[in-house]
């Protein structure tokens, strides 16, 4: 195979400044014109520890992870010693000396004196700007991008520590001519244009064009980055962003204020969602919309804290005591982040249910490069009336959804209570009245549409691989380095309710090869469950890293994990 | 009784004699006596017989879970600072169920009227005790008497900064609509504990246990001074009724700081935003 990307890994300790690097190169290399990827994982602290990231550059779109790596730099002095399986013969190794001969490798080895550089400097933290220029010049990319966005992190600080970023970048772009390598990646124009961003940034931007402007929620890793993207939007997007005191205070906030008419969210990670589940089933006897972004982590219990998974979906869609309906999303792609949480919004109002946007650490701590979206296509409608003084809350109707009124907007009292209750939102326990409400929650979404499955290959195929969520990335590119034409990919971006053309998508093949990052396969047994349908091969996966293309490919091809 | 424009027909689920029937018509006429319109009032209630007081007024409500009326009337406040925004509920629903949103609310200061009925017992679950149970008080959970330390909700409030302390008993019906009116006018947030016998489940905190325990605070008491209002809270046995402390000058509320309010007053609902400013966001 070709190879037409290329797999850089930085592998340093926690507090040492990886993600100013990751910033910078990113946008480094998207003004450049290069299609970028990072992946990112870290332990769970503040300092030391071993972090890596994996910037991927191609000459076309790129968003999975990989295990092979092209050029490591080493920059801790343990720096090596979980990378030893993923080193080959292929592998360039940059890095202080004794960081990168701290283990026998087969790698090209090239020592680099970056901490005396950093000694003419005075402060080992500019080493960051000169991996920067290192890679930079490696690549290729246009340095006067990297001063500019040099200048503009740094100008608070003053001009000499600017002045010394500087340097460092220099002394960057000076070592990478020792390497005498390169690594050539044809331009795209095309990438000038576009954006880059995290999946965090990305649920946010899908937030904020869903009319978002209220959040309140309680920090907890990998869900956090979003709450603070919209804290960092709060004044100029009008935003209420509220910490709460804990995550049943979040979520009972959120619906008081989409009771008010606001257009609330809560972000929480598995184990601050699992306190929430009481309001998720309030939002369903009340008929409140309510956008609940779930970022998945392994647990159970607090699990692996800043790691990975998918093992969340059976929460999200048992969360909650009684019968009501609800919608769950799982975004494969960054600009299925801003798309979906848009959507999330729409649909929680419209049809007055929760809807969860469900992602993982995976997702929401990379960063990858996506097309501007064009937002005058995504409009958003409130579905609040105003009411009159004969107005029911809970009136029945054939659809199931009453109009929804807000306090003192109209001359009618909106009344929502948490017991079963009359049209008019009181109290009762007349058996009829009850019978009435339940199966009017329950037709709400009878007039839905679904977010149908992706099919990513041919129409015809004999085999059909079926991921959600986080995994879209590397199965799409497991199937391309495939190149089988009998081999398709059903995305679930809408995991439940199951999409009404799966029945159809799945019966259709000869073998059904299921594709989750949890220890069940939880879609699977969904899909079990509800159509009867059995998968033949199942790759899963619990280790709390995302799968790498290579074993993917490996798993599809073979039949194993 | 006095007709108000809060009045709303229906059967009540309360036992007979209830200090909450006392209450009710009490706090319908304090909004009918500050000409309060019924559509710019919303009160936020949990789960227990107090909880159910808004079923009964005719307004907007939500009457949400068991111990979270507080958190949804503050979200509600954020959202529209326009709206008159009472939470309701009991000792259990305020003080156990919702403790940490009691302490975590005062720190916010919402401008909210906190009203807690406090009967010192579970009423809906049929007399078990309530955080506010007098140690050795006997119940069919604390068969020997309660142990634990009765919860303090005036001297938490004090120390927790809330501008506007005050308790009151439901049979003196001229204090308590003086303090419900007071603290509607009051712009902050301001609890009040009000001493509402249960008639069922507590046998010892009657009607006339609290006529007995209890005096109301006179006219040369200093409400503004913070440390004698600590003092006060820990009065017990008569429990001091009146407005223990108000914060004479203004603390900022929680809705007037959100920087989402800086510029803009209108309430969340009214505000859009346009394609061209989303924009910015990928740039």
Known sequence: MQIRSYSVVLSGEAGQGLKTIESLFMVLLQKSGYHAYIAKEFMSRVRGGNNTSEIRISDKRIGAFVDRIDLLVVLSKNGLDRLLPRIGSHTHIVGEEAYITSQKTEGILHPLPIAEKMRELGNPIFSNNLVNGLLSALFSCDADIAYQAIEKQFASKGEEIVEKNRQAFQMGLELAKTLNTSFDVKMDEKVKGMYALSGSESIGIGALSGGCNFISSYPMSPSTAVLAYLAKK??????????????????????????????????????????????????????????????????????LPTRTEQGDLNLALYAGHGDFPRVIYAPGTYEDGILFTHRAFEVADEFQVPVFVLTDQHFLDGEGITEKIDFSKLPTHNHFIKTDAAYLRYKLTDSGISDRGIPSYGDGFVCVDSDEHTEGGRITEDSEVRIAMVEKRMRKLDAYEDLQPKLVGKEEYKTLVVGWGSTYEAIKEALEEIDDASISFAFFGQVYPLPSLTYDLLSQADRLVLVENNATGQLGELIARELGIFFDTTILQYNGSPFSVEQLVQGIKGGQA | MKKTRFDFASEIAWCPGCGNFLLLQLLKESLEELDIKPTDLVISSGIGQAAKMPQYVNTSFFNGLHGRGLSVASAIKMANPNLLVIAEGGDGDMYGEGGNHFI????????????????????????????????????????????????????????????????????????????????????????????????????????????????????????????????????????????????????????????????????????????????????
């Open chain 2, 104 to 283: 975590h609310n005062i720190r916010r200061n919402p401008n909210v009227v906190h009203l807690v009925h406090n009967n010192m017992v579970y009423g809906l679950t049929q007399g078990q005790a309530s955080p506010t149970s007098p140690k050795g008080f006997k119940t069919p959970i604390q068969t020997e008497g309660v142990i634990l330390e009765p919860f303090n909700p005036l001297s938490v409030a004090i120390s927790l900064g809330a501008p506007f302390v005050a308790r009151t008993f439901v049979g003196n019906a001229e204090l308590t609509k003086s303090l419900i009116k007071q603290a509607i006018q009051y712009n902050g947030y301001a609890l009040i504990d009000i001493f509402d016998p249960c008639v069922s489940f507590n046998k010892i905190n009657t009607f006339a246990w609290y006529k007995a325990n209890t005096y109301v605070l006179d006219e040369n008491y200093d409400s503004s001074d913070k440390m004698q209002a600590m003092a006060k809270a820990f009065e017990s046995e008569p429990f001091p009724l009146g407005i223990l402390y108000k914060r004479e000058d203004h603390k900022p509320t929680i809705e007037e700081q959100h920087p989402a309010y800086a510029d803009d007053k209108r309430p969340l609902y009214e505000r859009t935003r346009t394609a061209e400013e989303l924009a910015h966001l990928m740039e």
């Open chain 1, 234 to 303: 709060e004044r100029e997007y009008s935003i209420v962003v509220e910490q709460a005191e804990d995550e049943i205070a979040a979520i009972n906030m959120a619906l008081g204020a989409w009771y008010t008419g606001a257009r609330a969210m809560v972000t929480t990670s598995g184990g601050g969602f699992a306190l929430m589940t009481e309001a998720v089933s309030l939002s369903g006897i009340i008929e409140s919309p309510m956008v609940i972004h779930l970022a998945q982590r392994p647990g159970p219990g607090t699990g």
